[in-house]
Nanobody, 120 residues
Framework: QVQLVESGGGLVQTGGSLRLSCAAS????????MGWYRQAPGKAREFVAS???????NYADSAKGRFTISIDSAKNTVYLQMSRLNSEDTAVYYC??????????????WGQGIQVTVSS
């Protein structure tokens, strides 16, 4: 079983910054990729950013230039540094991890979600 625990959300003013963290724990062989998605009220969940364990990052257009994803492979932890936040960034942010067990079976796991609210 794998658990993803998110932290760092909250309320921030427009133009401010927040840093989200997500740590994977449990029984697994490898976590080759971790990332973040978000879901705003009334909208579908959307991709924000992802990173491989080697540090290769991918961003949604809305995140480019404002968000930075990083990963600490030794701790199986992914971070999302968000800056220049605006109201459109208000959403529940979900951590996602691709996890391999010792038989190399791949499973996707999700965190419980963490609220980010940007106020004007």
């Amino acid at each position: 079983q794998v658990q993803l625990v998110e932290s760092g959300g909250g309320l921030v003013q427009t133009g401010g910054s927040l840093r989200l963290s997500c740590a994977a724990s449990g029984s697994f062989f490898s976590v080759p990729e971790m990332g973040w998605y978000r879901q705003a009220p009334g909208k579908a969940r959307e991709f924000v950013a992802s990173s491989t364990s080697s540090g290769r990052a991918n961003y949604a257009d809305s995140a480019k230039g404002r968000f930075t994803i990083s990963i600490d492979s030794a701790k199986n932890t992914v971070y999302l540094q968000m800056s220049r936040l605006n109201s459109e960034d208000t959403a529940v942010y979900y951590c996602n991890a691709e996890v391999w067990d010792r038989t190399l079976i791949r499973t996707d796991y999700w965190g419980q979600g963490i609220q980010v609210t940007v106020s004007s």
